[in-house]
């Protein structure tokens, strides 16, 4: 029902070439994960033991547990394969002229669309991806996603206000987390709501940029920032 994609290799091709192990290892990592997208969609998250992963995968439950120590390593390992799917789904869209809240939206949607199948085990995913006991790739997860809103910002015109340029991305970073959390447990059709939300927080961030050339506007979103910045501090501590 899901497949993944690991460098365009395809289940079945390592064991008639003879291909090297590293590829082998691949292939039996995306089977895996495969196997377990489709038991959590079909028996939910909780039922799913990784003795059924690895049954349905046609891998022993020793190599399974080789591969991902358990169900959460699966989901964590699924979470920063969909942050590269955004970045492939939002960056081509950015294009130089579109307007703040043009390109804050795209972003937003990218997210949603990309969780968007995963919604039966939506808190699970935003747990595993906000796990601060896997620091170091949450380190490369939230430079990948800045690097997003950075292209964001910097392809908009008019140009936001320099005094809050730098910092916006960080921001907008913010905004996306809460967007993904209330999506998690958001029972409307076709998470309906989620997508309103998108359009109006990417019309109310494009505005607060226009209003942060006042003082007591800017200072808030300083606080904003700083806020933000000591709880990245505290989740590598």
Known sequence: MFKTCYAGLHPGDGEEMM???????????ARIQDAALTLFSREGFHRTTMRAIAAEAGVSPGNAYYHFASKEDLVQELARGLIDEQLRAARPLLLSGNNLQDNIRIVLDAAVDVVTPFHDFGSVLIRAAMNPDT????????AKEFSLWRQAVAASLPRPPLAIRGDLPELLWLVQRGLIIFWAYDSSPDTARSRRLAANAAALM????????LPVVRHIVDDVIGVVRNVQRDETT
Not at 135 to 142: E, G, I, P, S, Y
Not at 206 to 213: F, I, Q, T
Request: charged share 30%; aromatic share 0%.
């Open 19 to 29: 291909e090297p192990k590293t590829t082998k290892s691949a292939l039996t990592r």
């Open 135 to 142: 620091a170091a790739t949450a380190d490369v997860t939230r």
């Open 206 to 213: 494009a505005r607060l940029a226009v209003l942060s050339r």
